[in-house]
């Protein structure tokens, strides 16, 4: 990796140097800083160019596809559709175990799985009822809505239409 020099306060290096004992890696300080600056600002359409901010959201939507799948495919669960990236929660003597949506699998410990089974196994296999024990938080919402309520709310938009 090549190296820049890039001016900075001497008052600002000496402090450091000074409160370090001249232990601190004042370059190594300011590579850091630099860096974590760029991990939190990355695809910050204020910051940088629209470009940029455009190429790291297709780049973040690119990583979900992956990881997840389309977005417009899921898991049906007896009428109530759950698309991939869809988060399911289920609480268990105080302990909270997740599983996810993906690839329109249900996914716990890495292993695919109903929500019947999701629910058994996250119960040290225990016969449950998974529509009363199931909490759901659809892709990029942080709300968690209780799976017989989703349910309930399909079958009267059934109903409706």
Request: include cysteine; aromatic fraction near 8%.
């Amino acid at each position: 990796m090549s190296h820049l020099s890039v001016p900075v306060s001497a008052d600002l290096v000496s402090e450091i140097i000074l409160r370090s004992n001249g232990r601190a890696d004042v370059a190594a300080m300011v590579e850091h800083s630099l860096q974590t600056f760029l991990d939190r600002t990355r695809g910050d359409a204020e910051i940088w160019s629209e470009e940029h901010a455009d190429r790291v959201t297709q780049e973040d939507e690119d990583d979900l596809i992956n990881a997840v799948g389309d977005p417009t495919r899921g898991y049906n669960w007896s009428g109530v559709f759950l698309p991939n990236g869809t988060r399911l929660r289920v609480e268990y003597k105080g302990d909270l175990m997740f599983a996810d949506v993906r690839h329109q699998n249900i996914v716990f410990r890495d292993e695919v799985c109903s929500p019947s089974q999701f629910v058994s196994r996250a119960a040290n296999n225990t016969s449950r009822n998974a529509w009363r024990d199931v909490w759901i938080q659809y892709p990029e919402t942080s709300k968690w809505v209780f799976a017989d309520e989703a349910r309930r709310e399909m079958r009267a938009n059934r109903r409706t239409v």
